[in-house]
């Protein structure tokens, strides 16, 4: 687990040391420290970068000191700070932990911390081991493979059915592979498509937290709704083949296509993002949300 720090600080310079030192002293070191000072006059910031200059997994940003708002309070400001830091970086931490500068933190917390995450969810006890193992970007080439072997051994068999026949009803080599070389071009087609769309969607999400809060709540919401879809009709269908049911409900379960539930999954995906662009425009989400952190 990659865990990142984040401490930002303003005039801190009685208590920066102590904070420091906790870190320092922790059994489980935070792969990368970010010391964040928003314009201190004292000692803060060559506090921090003594710090840093002993220590090769902090790095110390730094930005001018503004005038005080009156009507804004000390944590709408620290939330301003932090979220400008992660703006300057790009931060792909697996855990992202914002401290305040005036703690003083027990020896063992990171590696609680850790061994808490480490210990959530039931499939995560049984799979925390293996999933331990991705550590870099290039680990998870290895594990799509493995994942599109499993994933679509129904359509490859089919299609290898399909050139089989073809094979056995004489035509040529050339027009056997017809099929297989459209799939794999459509395949590829359509998962270049789906990165370069992520890629997009992934970069608007996570320069500001307004916008990676509602990127979530909208993925999540469109995730559980299509897995309570799939997994309804799945199940009802199910029950319809080992039960016996009949009448009227049971009798339209048995007769869903699965591929037209396919294109069904695709229009809700194009309407959930159609609604939440629209709602994030019309409704000034941004503006409103973010309004505390300005």
């Known amino acids: 687990m990659q865990l990142g720090v984040i ?14 030192a906790s870190i320092a002293a922790q059994t489980r070191a935070p792969d990368r420290l970010l010391l964040v000072d928003d314009g201190s006059a004292d000692e803060s910031l060559r506090l921090a970068r003594e710090y840093a200059a002993t220590h090769a997994n902090t790095l110390v940003l730094s930005r001018p000191r503004r005038p005080p708002q009156r009507d804004r309070l000390a944590t709408a ?22 401290l305040d500068a005036d703690l003083c933190l027990s020896p063992g917390m990171f590696a609680e911390l850790e061994r808490q ?23 998870m080439y290895p594990l799509g493979m493995l994942f599109g072997v499993g994933f679509d051994t129904a359509t490859e068999v089919a299609l290898l059915f399909l050139a089989a026949g073809a094979a056995g009803a004489g035509l040529p080599f050339y027009a056997v592979l017809c099929l297989p ?28 937290p307004v916008r990676k809060v509602f990127y979530n709540v909208t993925i999540t919401g469109l995730s559980v709704a299509i897995a309570l879809i ?20 049971w009798d339209w379960i048995s007769q869903i296509n699965i591929n037209t539930i396919g294109y069904v999954i695709v229009g ?13 425009r019309v409704l000034h989400i941004e503006d409103r949300w973010g309004a505390n952190l300005r």
């Open 268 to 280: 809700l995906f194009v309407a959930t993002w159609a609604i939440a662009l629209t709602a994030w």
């Open 7 to 20: 401490a930002c600080f303003l005039d801190e310079e009685a208590c920066l040391p102590a904070f420091l």
């Open 117 to 139: 995450l480490n210990a959530r969810g039931l499939m995560n006890r049984f799979y925390g081991r293996f999933t331990r193992l991705i550590t870099k970007p290039w680990h």
């Open 77 to 98: 400001a620290e939330l301003e700070a932090f979220s400008w830091a992660v703006e300057q970086l790009d931060i792909d931490w697996e855990v992202v932990a914002k």
């Open 230 to 249: 799939v997994g309804t009709i799945e199940l009802l269908g199910l029950a319809v083949d080992q039960l016996g049911l009949r009448g009227g409900f």
């Open 181 to 208: 070389i459209l799939f794999a071009a459509g395949m590829s087609l359509l998962d270049t498509i789906d990165g370069s769309f992520m890629n997009f969607a992934y970069g608007w999400a996570f320069s500001k």
